[in-house]
């Protein structure tokens, strides 16, 4: 049963042109979190949602937002997409944002930039 | 220094060898320490976590920390083509921390 489900899979997208990744959870979990991966890179933090209240880290560039507009579902908005954001993006829960907690990966979705 | 280290590899073994998979970290204060396991376009997902010091053992794994050297260890034992994989340590300090990932070929 898929728990942590991220569309689509493939986004290919034009230089400039706004892009939105989606996910969703059957977890009911509190925190939801965005995770850029580049080819052999560790995955890097974007930002998090605990319920409603964002996190940003503070690197994340501005050209990425977020939307959580309820428990299940999480959005990844990247405004004006450069080359350098063709990546793995890694959506993931978890119960609770304590740092023993488990985190649950959906599959990402593999963005590339023309 | 970054906070946490990790050899990207590649490694090959032959199936049935004892793989070890390494990662150093900078900081004394971590105190939980995770490995994640990440197949080829999948998300990854976590396979072990240990608290302090010492080892734990789930089948045929095995997490070791050493926390005076900062230094953490996963092994495999008898290890299987299933095992192929990118293997991830990741720190916690609230937010975890993710190394680059190992990426490791058990061939038949």
């Known amino acids: 049963d898929a728990m942590v489900i991220q569309n689509p899979r493939y986004q290919v997208t034009q230089f400039g042109k706004p892009v939105t990744l989606s996910c969703s959870q059957t977890l009911n979990h509190n925190v939801m979190y965005w995770y850029q991966q580049k080819s052999s890179q560790a995955p890097k933090l974007l930002f998090h949602?605990?319920?409603?209240?964002?996190?940003n880290e503070a690197d994340t560039p501005d050209n990425f937002q977020s939307r959580r507009p309820n428990t299940s579902f999480c959005f990844l908005d990247i405004r004006s997409p450069g080359l350098g954001d063709a990546a793995m993006y890694l959506c993931?829960?978890?119960?609770?944002?304590?740092?023993?907690?488990?985190?649950?990966f959906g599959s990402g979705t593999q963005l590339s930039v023309l | 220094q970054k906070e946490v280290e990790q050899d990207p590899g590649p490694l090959s073994v032959p199936e049935g060898a004892i793989v070890s998979l390494n990662c150093t970290y900078s900081n004394s204060a971590f105190q939980y320490f995770m490995w994640y396991r990440q197949y080829s376009r999948k998300g990854p997902e976590l396979l072990m976590y240990?608290?302090?010091?010492g080892n734990k053992e789930d089948g045929r794994f095995t997490a070791q920390v050493d926390k005076s050297s900062k230094y953490i260890s996963l092994f495999i034992r008898d290890s299987q083509p299933s095992d192929s994989a990118t293997y991830l340590c990741a720190i916690s300090q609230g937010n975890l921390i993710f190394g680059k990932g190992t990426k490791l070929s058990v061939k038949p």
């Open positions: 949602y605990y319920d409603k209240d964002f996190n």
């Open positions: 240990t608290y302090s010091s």
């Open positions: 993931a829960t978890s119960r609770d944002s304590r740092g023993i907690e488990k985190l649950f």
